[in-house]
């Protein structure tokens, strides 16, 4: 345990040695999570890349947090539907691959809309999630970025 946090707190002081403030490594880290979380497949790194430049955040660490974070969204497409409809008060029928296959064989054009359908679904149930866990995450890391910045200069004055 100790090994591994002493490699965390060598990254962190990398990051913050490069002039990134704890507020940029915050907003870099809670807008790579959401992003890459938006119940979309193939948005993700163009979205991220447009964001970090945009805002001049670090872009390296965003890019590897999203496609660390890819599976977990993989694994969270399908709740977040759920989520909505239960929001919207409706039943799902394209939640499995051989339902899909079949629709589209039947009729592409109500497929699609259907489709578009749960991923409005999914999409509320991302909005009710991840952007409020988006907010408390980027509070609770700017203020244990800066604690620990202080706490690093405060290191470097004493000895």
Do not use: D
């Amino acid at each position: 345990m100790k090994k591994w946090s002493k490699k965390i707190t060598q990254k962190i002081n990398v990051i913050l040695n490069q002039g990134l403030t704890p507020y940029q490594l915050a907003l870099s880290l809670v807008l790579s999570l959401v992003i890459s979380l938006f119940p979309v497949i193939g948005l993700t790194t163009l979205v991220v890349t447009f964001v970090a430049a945009y805002l001049k955040l670090n872009f390296p660490i965003m890019i590897t947090l999203a496609y660390i974070m890819e599976p977990i969204k993989l694994l969270l497409i399908i709740p977040f539907i759920k989520l909505g409809a239960k929001i919207f008060n409706v039943q799902h029928t394209l939640l499995s691959f051989t339902a899909i296959k079949s629709s589209f064989e039947t009729s592409a054009l109500a497929t699609i809309e259907e489709l578009g359908y749960e991923l409005i679904c999914g999409f509320m149930g991302w909005t009710i999630t991840v952007i409020p866990l988006g907010f408390v995450l980027f509070f609770t890391l700017k203020r244990l970025f800066t604690n620990y910045q202080n706490l690093r200069e405060k290191r470097v004055f004493v000895h």
